[in-house]
């Protein structure tokens, strides 16, 4: 049986990547995100977005995103974390605006935006962010990236906490654990602690800080930094909708796993020097300082190691 999806509806232009920087993919990941205000499945098929097709096969969910990409590969090396669908269309965005038409399978306006005026002011222009609509006009993304598949983070925010209990590696409570959490390219936070209680909380805005998809790390080491933790995990849109998720954090002994010498190999001319680096590193690919490392030459006929630079550390 072959479901038959309406071919028109409510869908419009709800944000626009006209001109990504390098940071972003650059110039060629140009992508329009639409979305479906009504509360039924739409059939894209032979609609039409910045005057070429959306291919067969095309739907947009009711109240979901869709990411109309001018290269769906670089698109997706990007946005790893993108939680709708993703369509390829050859659109060529100007970076000093144009007037974009969504028209409908039988050749009807669905909507449109002129972004020229946007453009003009370089809003959203080669400098990592978007354009995205609000309730009345289009602004600037607040967040970096923009917010593909996801609510604009222009609209008014929610807050979405992060929570959680630290204990040391012997389970017995960890106070004051200091707590910095990472979302990539967007920012870095310290979360609250207290001297005498191993919570540790931190209320980012959703989406400008965090939305679904996102990757995040936790950094977690005792007051005295001799037991750490990493923890890294994926924001689901159901983290989202409830607001707030519990990650309770059990640290451990920085443990030596591996140690880089630069260069890895070298040709030294008789009678020269060459300067080698190592650096060590934990379990979780963090610089691990207080590490002896010792240099020796299995052949001395041959070089010696100068005791002018034993450690480096
Ligand atoms: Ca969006």
Do not use: H
Request: charged share 20%.
């Amino acid at each position: 049986m072959r479901i038959k999806y309406p071919t028109t509806g409510n869908v419009s232009i709800n944000e626009i990547m006209y001109a990504p920087n390098e940071e972003w993919g650059g110039q060629y990941n140009e992508w329009i995100e639409l979305y479906n205000k009504d509360d039924k499945t739409i059939n894209l098929a032979g609609w039409e977005i910045d005057g070429k097709e959306i291919p067969d096969g095309t739907i947009i969910q009711p109240q979901g995103y869709l990411i109309i990409a001018r290269n769906d590969t670089s698109f997706a090396e990007i946005y790893p974390g993108a939680v709708c669908s993703v369509v390829k269309v050859s659109i060529e965005l100007n970076n000093d605006g144009e007037e974009l038409f969504l028209k409908d399978s039988a050749g009807n306006v669905v909507d449109s935006v002129n972004y020229t005026s946007y453009a003009n002011k370089k809003l959203g222009k080669k400098n990592g962010k978007t354009l995205e609509r609000n309730e009345t006009a289009w602004e600037e993304s607040i967040r970096n990236g923009g917010t593909p598949c996801q609510r604009n983070s222009v609209l008014p925010p929610t807050s979405f906490v992060i929570n959680g209990y630290v204990f040391y590696e012997d389970n017995t409570a960890c106070n004051n654990p200091a707590v910095k959490i990472t979302n990539d390219k967007i920012g870095e936070w310290f979360a609250e602690n207290s001297t005498d209680s191993n919570y540790y909380m931190l209320t980012l805005k959703s989406t400008a800080e965090v939305m679904a998809g996102d990757t995040l790390r936790i950094d977690a080491s005792s007051p005295d930094g001799t037991q750490i933790n990493v923890t890294t995990f994926v924001v689901t849109q159901a983290d989202i909708d409830e607001g707030s998720v519990q990650i309770n954090i059990t640290l451990e002994q920085p443990k030596l796993n591996e140690i880089k010498v630069t260069p890895q190999s070298a040709v030294v001319t008789v009678n020269t020097t060459k300067e080698f680096i190592a650096t060590a590193y934990d379990q979780y690919g963090n610089p691990l300082e207080g590490v002896f490392i010792y240099w020796t030459s299995t052949n001395k006929t041959v070089g010696t190691v100068s005791p002018a630079l034993p450690n480096m550390l």
